[in-house]
């Protein structure tokens, strides 16, 4: 059969995905076992705004892995796909295209009109990450897409709110929250990230404290000078005996017309600074507990924008915080009080977004009390030990402290998109929590309501992402929401039908998942929050499992980002490597450690690709009149569907067509004797197959890869096709049928991670059909993504087998290597002396044709000692047996002996550098780890090669 010299990834990616989707294959109805396991995971929703990154893609990897894996075993698979509404960068794309392109803001609109255009935006642009996705080959389930704004989604939302209220777990108050003057919204403690800078600035104010006689001075000293408009205390240890006088007195605050108290307060550190602190309970967190205890004024002196108000004084009102910052302490040096300002580390907290210092202000917010919900999942922890982490260590520990020490959640946000809090209040300020407005309504008595303007936090409709998207609405399914007013009627429209493909049955079928793939970096924001609202609202766990992925970062060893300008983008990868040598590169290194991207890495697995596209070429170019092993007959263990999922490697017993008669399974119970090779490569198989198994049931997907990587590139290319070469390329049925059937059932195994290639190469494979398929696929057209996943059976393991087969391997590696260390001609055949214990001369004599043929050799000779000449190049098998090649008119040994003796200059000369480097202590302290392990490794290494070079001269003497 001919197929083309070159494998095309792209025709191969075009081709197979649309048929896959249409055919309904990532369905879970396409399984027809009404006794089928269920297997399923919901993705981590990515943004609409977003477009696929290298996190994205090593995340959709090894998904797709763990469910491809699952399917071809029978289970009844889902992977739900989805989408997130991402709040806040939306809403800043749509005010963006607003301003440049009408010259407006959303208030120059109106909310109503700016959510039309926020949901034209989505339509417009929010599918890019799908259709990459497409193009990546996971396998979801697309008629169950779900979107966090989707209307049965938001009667989750609202129901879950209401719900919540009722019992009391969510209250509106005046707290201290993280604000982002560049949004204009509230943060989550998550969403703000820490940032240390070396260039921060410790202020020494003086506040006057009125007495009689010489004046008194009680200083200060703070970080954010700008804040102490809004101060209405001072306070000290009172254990601090420097101001214990002073408690009960008052000072005057520089700048404004008030005088504040000094209070003593035990969280004050007598260390820090000058023993005494400036108290501003509006705008933060620890002196808004200290106003509490104190009973003092709140004092906002700040606008959403961080611009300073009316009550900052009118010297001030209008500038900028930091504008504001650099004139309090002009004003203070004008009037002597600035003592001194010293040098100072700080860490500032970061909108995460946007970057914008966020600032800490008192503001009025909707909260969820976290204590009830904290203790489920804590106790879900402790008795069953869910979710388990993969790697446990540091996750799980981390998980439990952060669970042990979590606050209340501000949930509410300043925003238009979103899911608009379903709470309305009267004239009189009265709040009606309820799931419609006609609802609240009615709550209200008939009195004119005005809904809360702001939005939920996204985390909150995620939060809820393990159950919603199985169809689950809360109390309210049924009820007319149409009064919600999140989304236009057209939007209503356009959506119910997504609420109509989720079957009645997925909540039961499919919850808990099995497994949650994500990133460390929302282990907090989202998996600990889909775990405790899941257990709450339909007491379930919402995952078993939770795979933590690693950061993929840049070349360079630092986090990808714009600024660098080192990110990867994964569709330039598909493109120029192919979408198969990404994933298996990606699921390679797939460890939960970061990881540096590597494009020679990658380059080596296209060409693996390239080899199995080759080898498969080969078999099939020699394959007239072969046929594959019945996928259900001969002596193989049964798999989870009832057909042939381990590896044996041979046609059953039965008449196949082109063939005289037919092939005994590799081990019959007749004990039928096969050559090594053949049994050597089925134990390799079967061993490989367990081992792929066992490497994916415990999400070891970089073993997965190293097994079917070695198994592919050396036993069946390297090796095998080499050994039965003469044997196919004569015409050998039987020989070609073997091959095959390894074949076939090896790109069983690594389907998972190549989808397109595996399929490309199954489907023109002799004889291939759904009846290769598992038990559960029996009726659905043919292809590998349906067949039964090869599990392995130890009683094809040939230990004994595989033990000949390595002595003999070694026999041939060793020729070979002396071969290029001597500069052999390749068409120079050599004499190969072995002197080796009886048992390992009886199977090197039995291998004598194929060691000869591999070695370029036209001379085996076996004895119990050697026999050389003294111009021999020699090397030692394991088992103690030793190898030698004479060398006498191979080569010329003065030419060789200068051209060995320039090679050991060389690296010497190599060596000399290397040690010079490794011997700087400074060098080995300032430089990168990796560096200084690349130097050790290659010093070994020019070692080795010295001394294999010194032994080869001597053989020359």
Known sequence: MEIPKAYDPKQAEESHYERWETSGFFKPEINKDPDAEKYSIVIPPPNVTGSLHMGHALQHTIMDVLIRWKRMQGFRTLWLPGTDHAGISVQRKVAEQLREEEGKTPIDIGREEFIRRAWAWKEQY??????????????????????????????????????????????????????????????????????????????????????????????????????????????????????????????????????????????????????????????DPNDYQIGLRHDLEQLLVMNDDATMNAAAGAEFEGLDRFKAREKVIERFDELGLLEKIDDYEITLPVCE?????????????????????????????????????????????????????????????????????????????????????????EKAGGRELKQDADVLDTWFSSGLWAFSTFGWAGEEAGRDTSESGEKGEEQLTADSHQLSAISKNDLDSFLPTDVLVTGRDIIFLWVSRMIMLTKKFVDKKAFEDVIVTGTVLGKDGKPMSKSRKNGVDPIEMFDKFGVDATRIYLASIATGADIKWNDLLIETYRNFANKIWNATRFCLMNSDGAIIGSPHEGEVAKGRGGSASAVEGFPAEEEPPRQEKALTPLHSKEGSYEPLPDRWIVSRLNVTALNVNKALSRYEFHTAVSLLYHFFWDDFCDWYIELKKDEITAGDVVSSSRILSILEQALRLLHP????????????????????HNAAYADAGATIMLADFPAGDPTFVDEQAEAEMQLVIDTIKRVRNIRSEMNIKPSDRVSIHVAAAGEMRSILAANEAQIKKLARADRLVLADSLDVPKASAKAVLSGGAEIAVPLEGLIDFDKERERLQNQIAKLDTELQRLNGQLSNANFVERAPVEKVQELRGRKEEITGQIAALRSNVAALA
């Open 126 to 283: 929010g599918n890019t990450i799908t259709e990459q996705m497409r193009r990546e080959g996971a396998s979801v389930d697309w008629s169950r897409h779900r979107f966090t704004m989707d209307e049965s989604l938001s009667k989750a939302v609202r129901s879950v709110f209401v719900t919540l209220y009722d019992e009391g777990w969510i209250y509106k108050g005046l707290r201290i929250v993280n604000w982002c003057p560049k949004d204009k919204t509230v943060l989550s403690d998550l969403e703000v990230k820490e940032e240390t800078r070396k260039d921060g600035k410790l202020y020494y104010l003086k506040y006057p404290v009125p007495q009689a006689g010489s004046p008194l001075y009680l200083t200060v000293a703070t970080t954010r000078p700008e804040t102490m408009l809004g101060d209405t205390a001072v306070a000290v240890n009172p254990k601090d005996e420097r101001y214990r006088d002073l408690i009960g007195k008052s000072i005057v605050l520089p700048l404004t017309d008030r005088e504040i108290p000094i209070v003593g307060d035990e969280y004050v550190d007598p260390e820090f600074g000058t023993g005494a602190v400036k108290v501003t309970p509006a705008h």
């Open 353 to 441: 977004r946007c970057k914008t210092v966020v600032e800490p202000i008192l503001s009025d917010q909707w909260f969820v009390k976290m204590d009830e919900m904290r203790d489920m999942a804590l106790e879900l922890m402790r008795t069953e030990g869910v979710p388990h982490f993969s790697p446990q260590v540091p996750h799980e520990k981390v998980y439990t402290a952060w669970l042990e020490n979590l606050k209340d959640w501000t949930i509410s946000r300043q925003l238009w998109w979103g899911h608009q809090i379903p709470a309305w209040y009267d004239s009189e300020g009265n709040v009606f929590v309820a799931r419609t407005e006609r609802e609240a309504k």
């Open 753 to 772: 991670f190549m989808p397109y290639l595996t399929e490309e190469l199954w489907l023109k494979l002799p004889g291939t059909s759904n009846a290769f």
